[in-house]
């Protein structure tokens, strides 16, 4: 496999998995809606529920993509610049979720998806910063 795949193909894997996270997040918040199981934390409906669905959902799904990612890079010793590399689009996402929420003064749907944008994004983030420091240890 040429040197350029073996960088790029990881960080496009990684970002791909955001879609499977934000659909199975998304169902799952839509049932526990129609099911009135959400309650109001932090002046948000479902806030507390959502960050739990995301954790239970998003870490065991990212934590296999980020296997995926060292068996694709094999034989690998982590750096600093390899998160960077890996997590590029989880870091440009959130920060454009940062942008938008800070712009955002009406609230609603738009600032919800945003937000849960955010959550993954940061879950993402530090789920590959764990990872890629346990293989180095």
């Known amino acids: 496999m040429p040197?350029?795949?073996?960088?790029?193909?990881?960080t496009l894997l990684y970002g791909l998995f955001l879609y499977p996270v934000l659909w199975t997040v998304g169902l799952i918040m839509?049932?526990?809606v129609e099911a009135k199981?959400?309650?109001t934390t932090f002046l948000f409906v479902g806030f507390l529920e959502t960050l739990i669905?995301?954790?239970?959902?998003?870490?065991?799904?990212?934590?296999v993509t980020n296997?995926?990612?060292?068996n694709?890079?094999?034989?690998?010793?982590?750096?600093?610049?390899?998160?960077?590399?890996?997590s590029l689009l989880y870091y440009?996402?959130?920060g454009w979720a940062i942008i938008k929420i800070a712009g955002n003064q009406d609230g609603g749907r738009e600032k919800?998806?945003?937000i849960l944008i955010l959550s993954i994004g940061i879950t993402a983030i530090i789920t590959n910063a764990i990872y890629l420091k346990r293989i180095k240890a």
């Open 3 to 10: 040197q350029i795949i073996k960088k790029v193909a990881p």
């Open 30 to 32: 839509i049932f526990m």
């Open 37 to 39: 199981l959400l309650k």
């Open 53 to 63: 669905v995301i954790f239970t959902i998003g870490i065991p799904l990212l934590w």
């Open 67 to 70: 296997k995926l990612i060292h």
């Open 72 to 86: 694709i890079e094999k034989p690998f010793k982590p750096k600093l610049i390899d998160h960077f590399r890996q």
């Open 92 to 94: 440009l996402m959130s």
């Open 112 to 114: 919800a998806l945003l």
